[in-house]
């Protein structure tokens, strides 16, 4: 049997206190000079281009992966669903932004296609939304009001609005906002401006969507009495709207009631809606709104006008900061489910080439549908989220009681401060009181 050899060591170090371990930590770390910095930035490499590629053009590192057997029939069946969705809401969205209803079916077209090359979420239905119309509206009716567009009319001898003008004026002011929205996008995303959903927790989302759905729904009460109350604007304009709503109720129109009534119980028949409207002549024998002759083609592309820009900068980062939210939050909540990661700086990117390019083609800014999302996924063959669901009907309030009283705050806070001080505000608002919950835990 062989013995084993035994070695000894004997091993000296010297005793360090604090200020040698600190000298000695400097002389170790590495010192790297800015100029080395922008150096090793500016390095150009194959794999380097190739990931920056990707990176940019997400559709190029899936499409040439796609798996026709598995995945094409789910998806066709999803994209004629959501397709159809698409027309009568981007109808419906363009008047609560106060332009024809034709420029929500180009908003349901262009956009979609830039997001399709940019965009890394796979779940998410971008396109026309009814909080971005609502905002975007303000803007329009704001700079281009009915009052700019008054002419004498010798036949009726009163004062008439030139519907022509005023919505050509809306048009261009809608495209100029939604230009400028994607140009403070794209920069926010250079910048890695998509560190922000950090502080974008489920129940802050929940109660944020919540809350633009009241403000949407108001939205829709001036149509559904026909009657046409002044359009508010900044903190608690949603009361100011309800109570002018309220008082103009005498004054209903019962013929935009009724259809109204019979629009919301037979929503599936809208066809036969349509062609009723057609043959009765709803619009002049009863003073009811319609959309009206839908033009054929699509427009050629045109600059926005420069000279409005000065005058929807607030407005138009408003809308770029909502509209990221709202998309920025659904795509987290498909990604977590599906496994898969969504860049927050490069959907910042995709949705401000989205919305600048759809300027460009006097496309009003877009954002995520949560109704048009929920058929896109589960008409896939996939089930629904129903956390995203419960929020509409309130059951978050019960659920977030049982498990966390904190987050039960932000989701109530959240909701209140949306439906007080508009979208836009409510966002910012909500993220600062989201903040200091945490604060608060961490000290306490």
């Not at 008047?95 to 796979?122: E, H, K």
């Not at 699509?298 to 980062?317: E, K, N, R």
Request: glycine fraction near 8%.
């Amino acid at each position: 049997m062989t013995e084993r050899r035994k070695v000894r060591y004997s091993v000296h170090r010297d005793v360090l206190d604090e200020g040698a371990v600190e000298e000695l930590a400097e002389k170790c770390h590495a010192q790297t000079s800015l100029a080395d910095k922008v150096k090793e930035s500016m390095r150009c490499s194959g794999p380097r281009l190739k990931s920056c590629m990707l990176g940019f053009l997400p559709v190029l590192s899936w499409l040439p992966k796609y798996p026709f057997r598995d995945n094409a029939v789910g998806d066709l069946v999803s994209g004629i669903s959501v397709g159809i969705m698409h027309l009568p809401q981007g109808m419906a969205y363009a008047l609560l932004a106060a332009v024809p209803p034709v420029f929500g079916l180009y908003s349901s077209f262009y956009p979609i296609l830039i997001y399709f090359l940019f965009g890394t979420s796979r779940h998410v239905s971008v396109g026309t939304y009814a909080v971005m119309s609502v905002m975007i509206g303000g803007v329009t009716e704001r700079l281009a009001p009915d009052s700019d567009f008054m002419s004498w009319d010798n036949v009726s001898n009163a004062s008439v609005v030139d519907l022509v003008s005023r919505d050509a004026e809306r048009v261009r002011v809608a495209a100029a906002v939604t230009f400028m929205s994607g140009l403070f996008q794209i920069l926010l995303g250079l910048v890695h401006f998509g560190f922000v959903v950090t502080y974008l927790s489920e129940p802050l989302v929940r109660g944020y969507t919540t809350g633009a759905a009241i403000h949407v729904v108001v939205s829709q009460l001036k149509y559904t009495f026909g009657i046409s109350p002044t359009r508010h604007s900044g903190p608690f304009s949603l009361i100011y709207t309800v109570l002018e709503i309220c008082y103009l109720l005498p004054d209903t129109n019962v013929g935009a009631l009724v259809v109204s009534i019979v629009a919301i119980v037979g929503l599936m028949l809208i066809i036969v809606a349509t062609v009723i409207s057609w043959q009765v002549n709803l619009e002049d024998k009863y003073g009811i709104d319609i959309v009206g002759t839908i033009p054929s083609g699509l427009q050629p592309p045109v600059l926005p006008t420069a000279s409005l820009f000065g005058q929807v900068i607030g407005d138009a980062f408003a809308l770029s900061v909502v509209g990221y939210g709202i998309i920025i939050s659904l795509g987290r909540i498909f990604a977590l489910k599906y496994g898969y990661k969504v860049d927050p700086n490069q959907e910042l990117i995709a949705l401000g080439l989205s919305n600048s390019i759809g300027g460009v083609f006097q496309c009003f800014a877009i954002s995520c549908s949560m109704s048009r999302t929920m058929v896109q996924e589960s008409t896939g063959g996939k089930t629904q989220v129903a956390g995203a669901l419960s929020a509409v009907v309130f059951m978050d309030i019960p659920a977030l009681w049982r498990t966390s009283r904190v987050d039960m705050c932000v989701w109530v806070a959240t909701f209140i401060l949306t439906v007080l001080f508009n979208p836009d505000l409510g966002l910012a608002a909500s993220i600062v009181f989201s903040l200091l919950t945490v604060i608060f835990r961490s000290q306490l």
